[in-house]
């Protein structure tokens, strides 16, 4: 590996652990949402700085082209962020479900409330409606 290419992987993987890091400081990335973000970062920060180990582990699970690991853990790592996006959608789905119901329900009431609230007025004005409309006759 050139100097050049060692250098460049290892300003990337920095680049990017900065990135994860500036994203969960501001508010923009939660935490449970960044481990998987923070834990590929982490690895390609060490298989920069170490990138003898990249030989090491494809030998130790028996991948031939060492290359072939880092795409399937890159694979891997997407799949688990995308399974434990799905999982949060589906989570904020029911809580979006649950909170629309209850709207509806305290619309309702309110309305019913309000409709109770002109009726009394409605009947004393139509009480006192009939009361004017017979002494003029």
């Given at each position: ?25 501001r ?42 690991l ?49 009726r ?18």
């Amino acid at each position: 590996m050139s100097a050049i290419t060692y250098v460049f992987g290892i300003i990337a993987a920095v680049l990017a652990l900065i990135a994860i890091i500036e994203l969960m400081r501001r508010g923009t990335l939660r935490e449970r949402h960044a481990v998987w973000w923070f834990v590929g970062g982490v690895l390609a920060l060490v298989i920069a700085v170490f990138p003898q180990t990249l030989g090491w582990a494809a030998r130790a699970v028996g991948v031939v082209v060492p290359v072939n690991l880092v795409f399937f853990v890159a694979i891997a790592l997407l799949f688990l962020v995308s399974l434990q996006y799905g999982a949060e959608l589906t989570r904020m789905e029911e809580k979006l479900r649950v909170l629309a119901e209850e709207s509806a329900f305290h619309e309702r009431r309110i309305q019913r409330l309000e409709e109770r609230g002109r009726r009394p007025e409605a009947t004393d004005e139509g009480a006192q409606g009939s009361a004017t409309e017979g002494t003029d006759s």
